[in-house]
């Protein structure tokens, strides 16, 4: 960008925002197109990609996907046939090449490696200067080559690994902020857009390129005490361009790196037809209302073994004979098992599987992080129009979470997502404790639009099961309490249970007639 639009970039946004501005579109349109950095996340949390033309700072320690990204970034430019050059002050060019080989990358000819190493005479510890550091030669015969690499390739893109070698060289913080700002002036005479690399191996604390750098991006990596190592990138500054705060979850793949960006709900909304799904029991459909609003939530909370899992199954098996996709995604089961288990039940969930009809999926709670769990799920429901979710359970999606106190948030963006793009959503609570008071290792019942409440309860020497609706939102639904039973057949409600009292509690006691036993209980439910 020359130096005039980015001045009045500067002069009417004033300073860097987290959220969308339009402030830089009445100045020309050229200033919007942006260097693709050649991972998809990344463009979209920087909105669209780099600025050209200026010099951006990548940070983090190492292992953390700096250079991964770097050579996507030049891959992209070579794309598009722009030259790019990586100049390189820690890695050598074969250690380059063959990691970009482990990603079925090509550098080819568009790309092209400058190894900088020290003059052999300043490793001969006998030619060692005595009058003059050995530093003030180094940097300026680093510089030097850096420069006459520029201008032997003449790359469109450049990218410098590390900061940290020159820091080194540098010995003072003074040194250092002037050989970046004369690195920065150079590269800013030639529109070159730069990517500078620092593995903060020397002074973490050391801001001196963040005022310099045109934009920041950080990335981390954390060590869960179980399960593979997480990572996430923010960006920390970019100078007159709205992008995408907070932290963003990333894996290195075969392939390279992918970023999930942060979801946010209110991007995404879609006008449907709200209509009521059913669940093919009259009784249980009966129970929330007449059936389910589409494009709302539903939790079903209970113990192990009440059967949470068969009631979101049994609704998902009613839109899939609707001729609907269903997505499951199931964290706590095996799915042989599964499908074992639900073909008992006469669920077929094996056969709607082969069909197309149903795309379930296993989830390893211990190797995924909450940002790509949500990324497969917003894949599944935009690639496969799937009107009906199941998340089976929420314990297991709160394994996930590197910290507890930010899961009722990720929950809150997923739910909203997919009820403003009209699909009906049920998820699972397992609560601790079997009767009696029980808690919930996390409360979601003030955002689901309705929540499902099953309970064991003792009566006549059997451990029964009851269901009961404390919340709906969209519309009425029955303030009784039934009894249920998991059968052959799948699911079978009775009638309300009007002659106990203390149900919920686990141990009711009965005051119906004497005679016969509770009437209210037809005889194939005992």
């Known amino acids: 960008m020359p130096a005039s639009v980015a001045a009045a970039t500067d002069q009417l946004c004033g300073l860097e925002t987290a959220s969308p501005i339009s402030c830089m579109e009445p100045i020309m349109e050229t200033a919007l197109i942006k260097a693709k ?23 983090g320690s190492p292992g953390t996907g700096k250079t991964t990204i770097a050579l996507s970034f030049l891959m992209s430019g070579a794309e598009i046939g722009e030259r790019g050059l990586y100049i390189t002050l820690s890695e050598t060019e074969k250690e380059l090449r063959t ?46 080559a850096i420069f006459d690499a520029f201008e032997r390739i003449q790359p469109s893109r450049v990218v410098l690994d590390s900061l940290s070698e020159i820091r080194l060289l ?17 590269f800013a005479t030639k529109n070159v857009t730069v990517l500078l690399l620092d593995d903060l191996t020397t002074d973490t604390m050391d801001k001196t390129v963040h005022s310099i ?73 009966a129970l929330v209302g007449g059936g389910l609003e589409q494009g709302s939530s539903t939790l079903v909370l209970g113990p192990a073994g009440t059967g949470k899992s068969t009631f979101c199954f049994q609704f998902a098996v009613a839109a899939v004979a609707r001729g609907e996709k269903v997505a499951m995604f199931i964290f706590d089961e095996e799915l042989g098992l599964l499908f074992d288990r639900t073909k008992a ?48 359970s929420l314990n297991g999606y709160q394994a996930a979470m590197p910290a507890e106190g930010a899961l ?30 029980m808690k919930s290792p996390v409360d979601l019942t003030y955002i689901a639009d309705t929540v499902i409440l099953l309970r064991y309860f003792e009566a006549l020497g059997k451990v029964r099961r009851a269901v009961s609706v404390i919340k709906k939102r969209t519309g009425r639904h029955e303030d009784t309490i039934r009894e249920y039973k998991i059968g052959v057949t799948g699911l079978i409600l009775g009638p309300p249970l009007k002659e106990f009292q203390g149900v919920l509690r686990g141990v009711p006691t009965f005051i119906g007639s004497s005679e016969g036993g509770p009437r209210s209980v037809p005889e194939g439910m005992l």
């Open 408 to 437: 009722t948030l990720h929950i809150h963006e997923l739910i909203q997502y997919l009820n403003r793009r009209g699909t009906t959503t049920f998820l699972t609570v397992a609560q601790h404790g079997l009767v009696g008071d």
């Open 37 to 59: 950095t050649g991972v998809a996340g990344l463009d979209d949390i920087l909105v669209g990609g780099l600025a050209p033309g200026h010099v951006f700072l990548m940070e």
């Open 99 to 144: 990691g970009a080989r482990s990603h079925g990358w090509d550098l080819g000819d568009a790309i092209e490696v400058s190894e900088l190493v020290p003059p052999e005479s300043l490793l001969d510890p006998d030619s060692q200067q005595s009058l003059l550091y050995s530093s003030d030669l180094e940097l300026g015969e680093t510089t030097k």
């Open 213 to 285: 750098a045109h934009g920041v991006i950080k990335l981390e990596e954390l060590a869960p005490e179980y399960g593979s190592e997480r990572r996430r990138l923010r960006i920390m500054k970019y100078r007159g361009q709205s992008f995408r705060g907070g932290y963003h979850d990333m894996v290195i793949k075969n392939g390279g790196v992918q970023v999930f960006p942060r979801l946010v709900a209110s991007e995404h909304r879609i006008p449907f037809a709200r209509m009521q799904m059913t669940s093919g029991i009259g009784e249980l459909d």
């Open 345 to 392: 039940l006469g669920m077929d969930l094996e056969a709607m599987r082969d069909a197309g009809l149903l795309l379930i999926e296993q989830v390893d709670a211990a190797e995924l992080s909450p940002g790509e769990f949500a990324h497969r799920v917003r894949d599944r429901v935009d690639s496969s129009d799937a009107k009906t979710v199941v998340i089976d």
């Open 170 to 186: 540098a010995q003072s913080s003074l040194r250092y902020r002037r050989q970046i700002l004369a690195l920065k002036h150079f």
